[in-house]
C-alpha cells in the first residue's frame, strides 16, 4: 500500500511495528517482512526477532524519496542518473523550438532536479556536479546554436530579469 519509516529506540520501532501488524490483520494489509529494511550502525545489536529478520541497510545505500540522504552508493547512483536523464532530455529538446526547449530546460531538467539532491545530502564536491554543470552548457549551446565563452556561460547562468538565460551553473566557483 504505502511505504513508512519509523524511528526511536529498538523498543519503540519494535512495538511500532507489532501495532503496524496488528492494526494491518483488521483491514486484511500484511507486512512484506521481504521489503522490511533495518538502518542502524554495522555494530548495533537489535534483540527483537521481528526486527532481526528485517534486512540491514547501510548508511551509504540509504535513500528517501528518491534522494540519499548521506554521501555513498546512493548519491553516487542519484546524481549518475540525473546526469543521464539530462543527456537524455536534452537529446529530446532538440526536436522541439528554441524558445520552448529552453524554458523546459530552465524550469525542468536542470534545477529541480539537482537542488532536491542538494537539499538532501552535501554534494558540493561531488564529481557528477561538474559532469551535469558541464552537460547544461552543451544543452544551453546545442539549443542557442552557439558556442559559449566563459563570460557568456556566466551571463546565461544570470537569472532573466538580469539579462540572463536562467540556466545555472552548479560549478564551484573558487
Not at 30 to 59: M, P, T, W
Not at 80 to 96: I, P
Not at 149 to 165: F, H, K, T, W
Request: with cysteine; aromatic share 4%.
Amino acid at each position: 500500500m504505502a511505504d513508512v519509516n519509523l524511528g526511536g529506540t529498538v523498543k519503540t520501532v519494535a512495538s511500532d511495528v507489532a501495532e503496524i501488524i496488528r492494526a494491518g490483520k483488521e483491514i486484511v494489509l500484511s507486512l512484506n517482512l521481504s521489503k522490511c529494511g533495518l538502518i542502524a550502525h554495522k555494530d548495533f545489536q537489535v534483540d527483537d526477532a521481528l526486527l532481526q529478520s528485517f534486512h540491514r541497510v547501510e548508511f551509504a545505500d540509504i535513500s528517501l524519496l528518491g534522494a540519499p540522504l548521506f554521501p555513498g552508493v546512493a548519491l553516487d547512483t542519484a546524481w549518475n542518473d540525473r546526469c543521464e536523464d539530462l543527456a537524455r532530455a536534452v537529446d529530446r529538446l532538440s526536436a522541439v523550438g528554441s524558445q520552448d526547449a529552453l524554458i523546459l530546460l530552465r524550469s525542468s531538467f536542470s534545477a529541480p532536479k539537482v537542488l532536491h539532491l542538494l537539499r538532501c545530502c552535501s554534494s558540493a564536491d561531488h564529481p557528477s556536479l561538474s559532469r551535469f554543470d558541464g552537460l547544461l552548457r552543451h544543452s544551453v549551446q546545442q539549443i542557442t546554436n552557439s558556442n559559449l565563452s566563459e563570460i557568456q556561460r556566466i551571463q546565461a547562468s544570470l537569472p532573466v530579469r538580469d539579462g540572463g538565460l536562467g540556466i545555472r551553473s552548479w560549478r564551484l566557483e573558487v
